[in-house]
């Protein structure tokens, strides 16, 4: 469906160039797509309750009940971040083709955590990733976008590289690329393929920009627009943490722990010293990414759980960032408005203590879904055993509360006599995610029973 949405808005973008407002209503077509997605993948979590699961296309697609949650969220993120660009902005940062390459990048994402083969999986990642490269430098008109996206092209060209090389070596030693045979094979031959497997998750870390393979994503989330920013760095790594969650049968714990030790740690301590909004929550994701490492080293079901408050959260701030940039008089660009923390002067009262319950949220204060997720991740930990990691990510966390609460300060204190109103469809997408965010802990019992279902 996504293929032929897909080719039905390139016909129509190819022989309507000349007409205003059609970049509009193709995002809202794509949203439209979206929605009929979502309620078709609903409708399938139904008979998924009644089977352990579905092979697709001579097993290179296996449809569980593990994967269908994560697919599901993605959409409902996707559709929320889109939402920004269903009406006329102050910037008009419109592209006929931002459409495309978003349901190009979807194909790439829907898919990922439901591969079963080896080339399969690099030809999804690659769909997904040529598309993030060209939606980065999609304006074109910016010289930090267009250093973004050839930045962005050339570390995820090397991570590809090493995935590749993986995926030879273990076909070389295996004689298949199907991950099905390879867990019949494993059980004989342990050592060897584990070493290729570490290499292929070394690969993705790296992709995700996860420390200490993290420079990189960094100056991209710095130099790309603000929009394509959140889009990156929330919506890009989700499929790829699913893929390695699914799979973590085959990755040995200790790369894990490494990776989920060094993110922790940058991840708290560098933004102590930034004053750049965009890569202090960048930083930020790394910290809440190591989280979701410790849960994937614990094979813990509250990584879905934490993956929903980081996702809503997360898109809550930036869609705030976003709406904040329209009503700035001096922003620094057209395509970044807001960069630095003393920026962060809110003309809406009611926007204000959105993004501060956000910043609580992050911070993990009750009952808000920060406090619960960090809960259950260390729930789990300790349950496995893993003392030490749990007292080092309390620490952290009570460090990354000084950035958090140095935000919440400029919020209170850059008061304005003014009450500007922001866009209608943008408030309501907000109003949303707000609502969601203050009444987690009311359906969060529910949840929590479904995905213990899960595992019966």
Not at 30 to 43: A, D, E, N, R
Not at 102 to 115: D, E, I, K, S
Not at 194 to 212: E, I, Q, S, V
Not at 252 to 268: A, E, K, R, T, V
């Amino acid at each position: 469906m996504l293929f032929t949405s897909f080719l039905t808005l390139l016909v129509f973008s190819t022989y309507n160039m000349p007409y205003v407002g059609h970049t509009i209503m193709l995002n809202r077509l794509g949203l439209m797509t979206m929605g009929f997605m979502l309620m078709l993948l609903m409708m399938t979590m139904d008979m998924m309750g009644l089977m352990p699961g579905m092979t697709l296309y001579n097993n290179w697609f296996n449809m569980t009940s593990n994967n269908m949650p994560l697919m599901m969220l993605m959409l409902m993120l996707m559709m929320m971040l889109l939402m920004y660009n269903t009406y006329m902005n102050k910037y008009k940062m419109m592209s006929p083709y931002f459409m495309m390459m978003v349901l190009a990048n979807l194909m790439g994402l829907m898919t990922l955590p439901m591969v079963n083969d080896l080339l399969v999986m690099y030809m999804m990642m690659e769909l997904q990733s040529y598309s993030l490269y060209l939606l980065t430098g999609l304006h074109n008109r910016s010289f930090n976008a267009s250093r973004a996206s050839l930045l962005y092209f050339m570390m995820g060209g090397m991570a590809s590289t090493i995935m590749l090389l993986a995926s030879y070596f273990m076909y070389n030693l295996t004689g298949t690329t199907n991950l099905s045979d390879m867990i019949m094979i494993n059980n004989y031959n342990n050592n060897e393929i584990n070493n290729y497997f570490n290499m292929l998750l070394m690969a993705l870390l790296f992709k995700m920009g996860l420390a200490p393979l993290h420079r990189w994503s960094m100056a991209v989330y710095n130099y790309a627009p603000t929009y394509m920013t959140a889009y990156i760095s929330i919506v890009a790594k989700l499929s790829m943490i699913s893929w390695i969650y699914i799979h973590s049968y085959f990755f040995d714990n200790y790369i894990l722990m490494i990776f989920m030790l060094m993110s922790l740690i940058m991840g708290s301590y560098k933004p102590l010293y930034q004053i750049n909004i965009k890569i202090m929550l960048a930083y930020s994701g790394m910290l809440n990414f190591s989280y979701i490492l410790l849960s994937i080293v614990t094979y813990d079901l509250s990584l879905y759980i934490y993956l929903m408050q980081y996702s809503l959260t997360h898109i809550m701030m930036f869609l705030m960032l976003l709406s904040l940039g329209e009503y700035m008089d001096k922003p620094m660009s057209k395509w970044s408005p807001m960069i630095y923390i003393n920026q962060l002067k809110l003309p809406n009262l009611t926007l204000a203590m959105c993004f501060i319950l956000a910043l609580f949220s992050l911070i993990g204060m009750p009952p808000l879904p920060g406090f619960y997720a960090k809960l259950f991740i260390l729930s789990g930990a300790l349950l496995d055993n893993y003392i030490y990691e749990s007292l080092l990510l309390i620490l952290c966390s009570v460090m990354a509360t000084y950035y958090y609460a140095n935000m919440i300060k400029m919020l209170f204190n850059s008061k304005t006599t003014t009450n500007m109103s922001i866009n209608s469809s943008l408030a309501y997408s907000m109003a949303i995610s707000t609502m969601l965010m203050i009444s987690f802990y009311i359906y969060l019992p529910y949840l929590s029973e479904g995905l213990y279902l899960m595992t019966i």
